[in-house]
C-alpha cells in the first residue's frame, strides 16, 4: 500500500477497514459495534455505522462511488453511530475522494471525513 501513488483496487480488496473518526470526532465501539467498511471481490463494498451498508464500488482517479447504496434501517441509542450512517450514505453516493497511507484508509467528500485503519480479520 503505497503512499505517494494512485489507489488501486487491489488496494482495497479482500480488505477490512475500521473507523478511526469522523469529521475529526474519535469513534470508539458502541455497545460492541465497531464501525468498519470492507471491500470484496469485484469491488463489493460492505460495512456497518448503526446500520450495514453494502453496495457496488466503482474506483475511477482516486475517487470512491458507490451508487444505489443498499442498508438495514433500525435507529441505535448511539446517535453518533445514526448520524454517520447517514454521512457514509452521502459520501460513498456523491464519490469519495480516496487516499491510502500505509495502513490509513481516508474517504473524504465535501465536509466529511471518514479516517480508517487496516484491520483485516485474518493475517
Given amino acids: 500500500m503505497n503512499p505517494k501513488s494512485a489507489v488501486k483496487q487491489s488496494d482495497l480488496q479482500h480488505h477490512r477497514f475500521v473507523l478511526v473518526s469522523v469529521d475529526g470526532t ?5 455497545q460492541g459495534r465497531v464501525p468498519e467498511i470492507q471491500f470484496g471481490q469485484d469491488m463489493h463494498v460492505s460495512g456497518k455505522m448503526c446500520n450495514g451498508f453494502f453496495g457496488k464500488g466503482e474506483l475511477q482517479n482516486n475517487v470512491l462511488t458507490v451508487k444505489g447504496m443498499g442498508a438495514t434501517r433500525m ?27 500505509h495502513n490509513t484508509l481516508v474517504l473524504s467528500e465535501g465536509q466529511h471525513t471518514l479516517v480508517y485503519t487496516l484491520k483485516d480479520l485474518m493475517n
Fill in 26 to 30: 474519535p469513534v470508539s465501539a458502541s
Fill in 75 to 101: 435507529l441505535c441509542a448511539d446517535q453518533h453511530l445514526n448520524q454517520w450512517d447517514q454521512v457514509i450514505g452521502q459520501v460513498l453516493n456523491k464519490g469519495a475522494s480516496v487516499s491510502l497511507n
